[in-house]
């Protein structure tokens, strides 16, 4: 594939930020789109010292115009964990249904494609295990997460209308539990919060027995896949996740392990309609794109730990203003 101009909403995120990186690191120049509501201006450092790349702070559910040319507008704007999306319910709902919409009218303008990413959430509590891209979910339409959920099934149903109906090239992954450096310690999921209060000697918090499992992808893995599927002839969607399974007490377990801490496990009530299981089936990503994730779970954690730490201590260290 030929190097282009890409727009990246939400590039300022966890995710979006290393799609950033990588884009980069392939020749592309990027326009990086992000309301700052929950991204990092501090995660774009490595792609702002090239001079293929520029940040514009802005809203997505407002209207979007980009200068010049585009060959791609990547959309990753949303809160991306529940404590976000359930703090911003609004705003969680605006940018995957607005957002997803003006995405789409800039592509169509722009004579761009559209690359949406979407998220295991659409399964909801899944009752088929593992969950192919065939399985159309159970979600709960008006629960706490459902503002989430239904923001990107909405989002995928106006991928595939434009898809439809103007002939827009588009692709679809469906992104399930990632981690990785440049998470934030303080957002609600359990890799960054398991961290946190490992490396701070706090309680361990575990919701339920723990007996619910999780399937892990390093963000490295995941980026690989997203670049697999914008050179591949699909539409999608296309799971792109691990599928090695572990229960979340396990997940709590290993990383105080990797920590070597004296945090205690303390165990609370699970959230509403928090999944009981969560692995994707893989099959369409490894035959049609060769792709699979290499970087385990134990070598990954070791990783963010790492990172987190050092972000920490560079934090502690940096005198206020």
Request: aromatic share 8%; charged share 25%.
């Amino acid at each position: 594939m030929k190097t282009g101009r890409a727009v990246v909403t939400g590039g300022a995120g966890f995710v979006g930020s290393h799609l950033c990186d990588r884009l980069l690191a392939e020749g592309w120049s990027v326009v990086c789109m992000d309301s700052l509501l929950t991204g990092n201006r501090d995660n774009l450092a490595s792609s702002t010292a090239t001079g293929r790349f520029s940040f514009v702070e802005a809203d997505v559910t407002a209207e979007l115009d980009v200068d010049g040319d585009l060959d791609w507008v990547f959309h990753l704007a949303s809160p991306a964990s529940p404590r976000d999306y359930q703090e911003h319910p609004i705003a969680t709902l605006k940018v995957g249904a607005l957002g997803s919409l003006n995405g789409l009218d800039l592509a169509q303008r722009k004579g761009a494609g559209f690359f949406l990413a979407s998220t295991s959430e659409v399964y909801g509590d899944p009752q088929i295990h593992p969950q192919p891209e065939s399985y159309w979910g159970n979600v709960n339409p008006i629960g706490p997460r459902s503002v989430y959920d239904e923001a990107k099934r909405f989002a995928e149903a106006a991928t595939m209308a434009y898809h439809r109906v103007h002939g827009l090239p588009v692709r679809i992954i469906r992104i399930f539990n990632t981690y990785g450096p440049r998470m934030r310690r303080h957002d609600g999921r359990a890799v960054p919060n398991f961290i946190h209060q490992a490396l701070t000697g706090q309680p361990i918090t575990v919701y339920g027995d723990g007996s619910q499992t999780r399937s892990l992808c390093y963000v490295d893995d995941l980026i690989e896949g997203i670049w697999r599927v914008l050179r591949a002839d699909l539409t999608g969607p296309i799971n792109l996740g691990s599928t090695e399974e572990v229960s979340v007490r396990h997940l709590a377990e290993l990383i105080r392990s990797l920590a070597n801490s004296p945090s205690e496990l303390i165990f609370e009530e699970r959230p509403v309609d928090d999944p009981e299981v969560r692995r994707p089936d893989t099959t369409l990503a490894r035959e049609l794109l060769g792709w699979q994730p290499v970087v385990s779970l134990h070598d990954g954690l070791q990783k963010t730990l790492d990172a987190l730490r050092d972000a920490s201590e560079v934090r502690a260290s940096t005198p206020e203003r």
